[in-house]
């Protein structure tokens, strides 16, 4: 076997894990997991308690981020903003509230129930995204459609980062922004733990 074969073979088996964890966090928020998430996660990183009250309770519970991209992500009334990786939807919910009824909010995420689950929570507000099933290596909309791309802990789970980076810069209009949250290592990780899908996933 190759190595791109060898690569290949540990991606699919990472998107199987990836599928796999998130939707069990979805489907079990009150599970232990080794990693922050649900309100908790939220409020550690800064999350604005009345969002937390306002949103569903069932996108609050199944948050699995890694930060807040609000922080930083300067969304206008009017602007079209993809949520990259956008999970149960709770910040597609918060970026819905901040582009307002004229803006456009769009998810992509690799499992199509997870964006069945993202736009029904947003319904529950009142308001409405797109949501595509895909990856983020290739993401499924046209040339300069979106004037913000935000993700949260997303990023790092790709083996083609430099890849990810083109396809968002690619989806963005000419001035548009880049706001993500993700884990970035300091050194270069052991081969024991890029084999893991376990632990790469998470």
């Known amino acids: 076997m190759t190595g791109a074969d060898q690569q290949a073979s540990l991606e699919g088996v990472l998107k199987d894990e990836i599928l796999r964890m998130y939707q069990e966090v979805a489907d079990n928020p009150d ?3 080794h990693f922050f998430h649900g309100r908790e996660a939220a409020e550690m990183f800064d999350y604005d308690p009345e969002w937390l009250e306002r949103a ?12 807040n991209p ?3 992500s300067e969304l206008k009334p009017g602007e079209t903003v993809l949520d990259l990786g956008s999970g149960a939807g709770l910040d597609a919910i918060i970026a819905s509230w901040r582009v307002g009824p004229e803006g456009r909010v769009i998810g992509v995420d690799l499992n199509p129930s997870m964006c ?3 736009q029904a929570n947003l319904a529950a507000t009142g308001g409405s995204m797109e949501c595509h099933e895909g990856r983020m290596e290739e993401i499924p909309l046209p040339d300069a459609s979106a004037d913000v791309v935000i993700s949260n802990g997303v990023v790092n789970l790709s ?3 430099r890849r990810v980076a083109e396809e968002m810069y690619r989806v963005l209009k000419p001035g548009g922004r880049i706001s993500i949250t993700d884990i970035v290592s300091g050194r270069e990780l052991s081969q024991a733990i890029v084999n893991d899908p376990k632990l790469w996933a998470a």
């Open 116 to 118: 069945r689950k993202a």
């Open 31 to 33: 599970a232990e997991f």
């Open 70 to 72: 609000h922080e930083r």
């Open 56 to 67: 569903p309770a069932g996108a609050v519970d199944s948050f699995a981020g890694v930060g």
């Open 159 to 161: 083996f083609q980062k």
